[in-house]
């Protein structure tokens, strides 16, 4: 997917940064035209963007990361590859074809720099990164809401009239393994923007009192698509929310 589309896209969120839209607005000025991904070598307005504020230098110069777990299985990491090239606004800045991962147990977004270093960002210049089909967006509180989420780095995976949230995060296990090796435990959390407000979402029914002008028809919606929020709830939430929007208007 073109990482423009993902920009655009968040620019219609309402705690979006102002910024964001002269950004937005030289990039696609070069860019129009092009089917497929930028190419940040060869973008001319890219690099002399690039170059009139420094260059990568703003990124690059954060603490390195030192977050270690001895005798333990699996990855601390978002996506198990641990390290994928990206798009990553930072301090209202975008770069292209960064290498990014996402400690979800020290919650910390980390890059590779200079000779390989491992450098964690500093979460408050964090705007936005896109990795792996994922927008991971940061929340620093919403004006325009009657109540809020907490500040934190945020999975949506939903953006329509409604949006959808996911608090990704992981944990050692207490317990050690069979295998000797202490396992780490995924949890996520789950939360629908709609009409101003944010709702937690944390079984079934929570999604029929936030779509309750429509229930009956998700309830038929659930049963045609199979979805069960016991197996499946990230699914199940998007796919309502997403299915609310196409029918909100019906009478």
């Known amino acids: 997917m073109n990482p423009l589309n993902g920009i655009k896209n968040l620019l219609m969120h309402p705690y979006a940064r102002k910024g964001f839209i002269f950004l937005l607005s030289l990039i ?11 190419d940040s070598t060869a973008d001319p307005v890219y690099k002399m ?6 260059g990568a230098s703003n990124l690059f110069n954060g603490t390195e990361y030192t977050a270690y777990y001895p005798s333990t299985r699996g990855t601390p990491f978002w996506d198990t590859a641990g390290f994928k090239t990206g798009t990553l606004s930072y301090g209202g800045v975008v770069y292209k074809d960064i ?3 996402y400690d979800l147990v020290s919650n910390e977004v980390l890059i590779r720099g200079y000779r390989q270093l491992v450098i964690k960002l500093d979460p408050a210049r964090i705007d936005f990164f896109r990795v792996a ?3 991971f967006v940061k929340f620093n509180g919403d ?31 207490r ?12 949890y996520n959390a789950f939360f629908v923007y709609k009409d101003g407000m944010y709702h937690d979402v944390s079984k079934r029914n ?20 199979k979805l ?11 796919e309502t929310a997403a299915y609310y929007d196409r029918i909100k208007n019906e009478r």
């Not at 696609?28 to 930028?38: E, F, V, Y």
């Not at 963007?49 to 420094?54: A, F």
């Not at 989420?149 to 608090?167: E, L, R, S, W």
């Open 49 to 54: 963007y690039m170059t009139s504020v420094g």
């Open 99 to 101: 290498p990014i991962a």
């Open 175 to 186: 317990n050690i393994g069979e295998d000797g090796r202490y396992p780490f435990l995924t």
């Open 133 to 135: 089909g994922h927008l």
């Open 228 to 238: 069960n929020f016991k197996t499946g709830a990230e699914r199940m939430i998007a």
């Open 28 to 38: 696609a000025a070069s860019s129009h035209a092009q089917t497929g991904p930028i």
């Open 143 to 173: 004006a325009n809401s009657r109540n809020l989420i907490p500040v934190d780095i945020y999975d949506m995976v939903y953006n329509g009239a409604t949006k959808v949230y996911v608090k990704r995060r992981k944990q050692v296990a």
């Open 206 to 225: 929570d999604l029929l009192a936030i779509f309750k002008d429509k229930s009956d028809a998700i309830k038929t919606f659930w049963k045609q698509e």
